[in-house]
């Protein structure tokens, strides 16, 4: 069983920035595909990035140019440009080759003037 917990969330203004963390039992980052995904109220949760075992990227449209993933000791979504619409409960995802999946709590993002 893998265990996620995010941190890092909080409130900033437009054009602030942010960095998520998500920490895991177990060395998994090498074996798992990882990524970040956002829910707001009353929308379906989205993926946001996506940082592959072999280290390859992906990125929402939305996000490219803003956000970054990257990982070591902890998967880290680094939050540049901040907007509004980006206010959104973010959640940590591991999966596997095997297709088993895990979630986080989730840490809060709030963008507002």
């Known amino acids: 069983q893998v265990q996620l917990v995010e941190s890092g969330g909080g409130e900033v203004q437009p054009g602030g920035s942010l960095r998520l963390a998500c920490s895991a039992s177990?060395?998994?980052?090498?074996?798992?595909?990882m990524s970040w995904y956002r829910q707001a109220p009353g929308n379906e949760r989205e993926k946001v990035a996506t940082?592959?075992?072999?280290g390859s990227t992906s990125y929402a449209d939305s996000v490219k140019g803003r956000f970054t993933i990257s990982k070591g000791n902890a998967v880290f979504l680094q939050l540049n440009d901040l907007k509004p619409e980006d206010t959104a409960v973010y959640y940590c995802?591991?999966?596997?080759?095997?297709?088993?999946?895990?979630w986080g709590q989730g840490t809060q993002v709030t963008v507002s003037s």
């Open positions: 995802n591991a999966k596997s080759v095997a297709g088993f999946s895990y």
């Open positions: 940082i592959a075992s072999g």
């Open positions: 177990g060395s998994i980052f090498n074996l798992y595909d």
